[in-house]
């Protein structure tokens, strides 16, 4: 293999400019040509492609986002536009690709891989959502970012005596919201993976915190569940508590990655490197435990994820 790609796909996530900085400075050092593509798969169907060099990545590290941006490509869902991608990779001896984002952007590299260009996937998302891997890329630095929310939003609550129904991203995984509320001392968590009920689950625990004397109420929603402004809405009818929704959204995207984040996105870009210096591809980077390892992306596709019940457990215990 003499040269490959590196493209970042759907939603950013902080640590994906360390893991592109990795694959490129690893690359190069392995004597590769390397190519950075721009906006996701649109760039390689469009051709907005770079050579890079290492002072293309210089600089990065530390930035948030995606330095060659990102988007959704809906035209590579088809074999049409992932025979475009072909051509693209052909056209510039692009032999193997390294793309680093979520499930979506995976299936297209699986149907890439296919098509007889080698690719292996990094996993880049906040939610950490991507059941073959105990960590994903971003996940940490999103964490802290919504705990620093959490405890700035309840230092007002306390002067108020008030409730927050904080909801933050996760639309089938709650891993966010199960960990930054256990971190951030939350009333009530509520995650797609258990089911819950209202005035058990939620209502109940604000009236017991209410009764032991507390002056401040946090409520953590994982998006998949939603209706944050109507849980506010019924707790405040309930309780008399004044409840308001924090509905946290893409601010939990931004920032600086933490040491984590740049530690993890570089590991798992030396190790996708070294994959396609070996002529492996159809595969994507994952953690366990402390290890670098690999699977098939049609078999990590179809693996299963399972919230962390001790863990939910533990944070409904010292609520």
Do not use: W
């Amino acid at each position: 293999m003499r040269s490959i790609g590196v493209l970042t796909s759907g939603g950013d996530a902080p640590g994906m400019n360390a893991a592109v900085r990795s694959v490129v400075r690893c690359a190069l050092a392995e004597g590769f040509k390397v190519y950075g593509i721009y906006d996701g798969y649109n760039g390689l169907i469009n051709g907005k492609i770079e050579e890079m060099t290492v002072n293309s990545v210089s600089n990065i590290i530390n930035k948030g986002g995606t330095a060659i941006y990102t988007a959704r490509c809906l035209e590579f869902k088809d074999q049409e536009g992932v025979l475009k991608g072909k051509e693209t990779c052909e056209k510039l001896g692009i032999e193997g690709l390294v793309v680093i984002g979520g499930d979506g952007s995976f299936r297209g590299a699986a149907d890439l891989s296919s098509a007889g260009i080698n690719c292996v996937g990094i996993p880049g998302t906040i939610d950490n959502d991507i059941t073959c891997t105990d960590y994903t890329i971003g996940y940490d630095t999103a964490m802290n970012t919504v705990v620093d929310l959490i405890d700035k939003l309840r230092d007002t609550c306390n002067s108020h005596a008030r409730c927050s129904v904080v909801e933050v991203m996760g639309r089938r995984c709650g891993d966010l919201a199960l960990n930054a509320g256990l971190a951030g001392g939350a009333t009530a968590i509520v995650v797609p993976e258990i089911p819950f009920d209202f005035e058990k689950d939620i209502l109940a625990k604000v009236v017991d915190a209410k009764n032991r004397g507390k002056h401040n109420f946090i409520v953590v929603v994982a998006e998949g569940i939603g209706g944050s402004a109507e849980i506010s809405k019924k707790i405040e009818e309930a309780t008399g508590i004044e409840t308001r929704a924090a509905i946290l959204a893409h601010i939990q995207r931004g920032g600086a990655p933490s040491a984590k984040d740049r530690i993890v996105a570089s590991r798992m870009g030396k190790y996708a490197v070294d994959l396609l210096k070996n002529g492996i591809g159809n595969r994507v980077v994952a953690m366990k435990g402390n290890d670098i390892v690999d699977y098939n992306i049609h078999e990590a596709l179809k693996m299963k994820k399972s919230i962390d019940q001790e863990l939910f457990k533990l944070a409904d215990l010292i609520k």
